[in-house]
């Protein structure tokens, strides 16, 4: 029988160097997309996935992180005494959306690092991976799709995405065998191949299910590129020792950790808002025609 997955661990430890000098002070990821940071909208998608048990993996300087989703006493008092029900109910509503905990990341030593540092708090049962930079908008929520697909083979499975032609090289790509629809069966992952040498063009998105196991992977697991323990590195011995799979993730992806798809997820998310849509929508085809 197949456990259930019931925690999520968020990597939000990074510095967040291509957003300076903002992220100076600002943890990358609180900028917000219109007026909703980052990491409400991969803390939603984890709830309405039914995945309550987050664990923030954090560095110093990131309790905002943490301070977000917090009880904000004088916050609360100053609304409730102004009569501001709706944004008293809107910050409310962040106390109650999960229930979060946070583990240190002391030093930068890469993704694997930093999901080996959750290990304690996840225990002996499969957990769920959200990177922050990468939002996902899909009807099922993208990790609900690997929620899926681990619930049916009971094995790892890693989100996937089709990146355009000549750009493999930026991503970790894999290469596998289709078993039925969106959903793979994969037989090797090659972090960021060599130009004109990657196996296929699905990439490794920022979405996993993974089973306890791969925490002694990461434990033994040698720095790789950059000099830092890569995740991709431990899912490959991962998939030759038990099995991995991957599915092509239905909807639509932002790479909000890219200025431009930064750009991009605010001016899409704002779009589709009944309150500034138009006006926004009417705002950029402005631009676009004076440009």
């Known amino acids: 029988m197949v456990k259930p997955v019931r925690k999520a661990v968020l990597p939000v430890a990074g510095i967040g160097t291509?957003?300076?000098p903002v992220t100076k002070a600002v943890p990358k990821e609180l900028l917000p997309?219109?007026?909703?940071?980052?990491?409400?909208?991969?803390?939603?998608?984890?709830?309405?996935?039914?995945?309550?048990?987050?664990?923030m993996v954090t560095s110093r300087g990131k309790d905002a992180l943490i301070d977000y989703f917090d009880h904000?006493?004088?916050l609360e008092d100053l609304l409730e005494r102004k009569g501001?029900?709706?944004e008293l109910a809107m910050v409310r509503r962040?106390?109650?959306?999960?229930?979060?905990?946070?583990?240190?990341?002391?030093?930068?030593?890469?993704?694997?690092?930093?999901?080996l540092c959750a290990r304690a708090a996840v225990g002996g049962e499969p957990f769920?991976?959200?990177?922050?930079d990468d939002l996902f908008e899909g009807n099922p929520p993208g990790i609900k799709q690997l929620l899926d697909v681990y619930a049916k083979y009971g094995k790892g499975v890693v989100g996937l995405w089709e990146v355009p032609v000549g750009q493999e090289h930026l991503y970790g790509i894999v290469?596998?065998?289709?078993?039925g629809g969106?959903?793979?069966?994969?037989?090797?992952?090659?972090?960021?191949?060599?130009?004109g040498k990657a196996p296929s063009r699905l990439a490794i998105a920022g979405r996993y299910v993974l089973p306890p196991e791969i925490f002694p992977i990461l434990a033994n697991t040698q720095p790789g590129r950059g000099g830092e323990i890569q995740l991709t590195d431990a899912l490959a011995t991962l998939c030759a020792s038990d099995g991995l799979y991957g599915v092509r993730l239905r909807g639509e992806r932002f790479d909000a950790g890219d200025r431009a798809g930064y750009v991009l997820a605010v001016l899409r998310y704002a779009l589709r808002r009944s309150d500034i849509g138009a006006a926004v929508r009417a705002g950029a085809e402005k631009l676009l025609r004076e440009t």
Do not use: M
């Not at 997309?33 to 664990?55: F, M, T, Y």
């Not at 969106?182 to 130009?195: G, H, I, Q, T, Y």
């Open 175 to 179: 290469d596998g065998e289709p078993v």
């Open 94 to 115: 962040l106390n109650d959306l999960a229930q979060i905990s946070a583990v240190r990341q002391p030093e930068t030593r890469g993704l694997g690092h930093a999901v």
């Open 18 to 20: 291509r957003f300076l």
């Open 72 to 74: 904000a006493g004088e």
């Open 84 to 86: 501001k029900q709706a």
């Open 128 to 132: 769920a991976v959200l990177l922050g």
């Open 33 to 55: 997309i219109v007026d909703v940071p980052a990491i409400q909208i991969n803390v939603e998608e984890c709830v309405s996935s039914g995945l309550r048990d987050l664990i």
């Open 182 to 195: 969106d959903v793979f069966r994969l037989n090797k992952l090659v972090e960021k191949p060599e130009p």
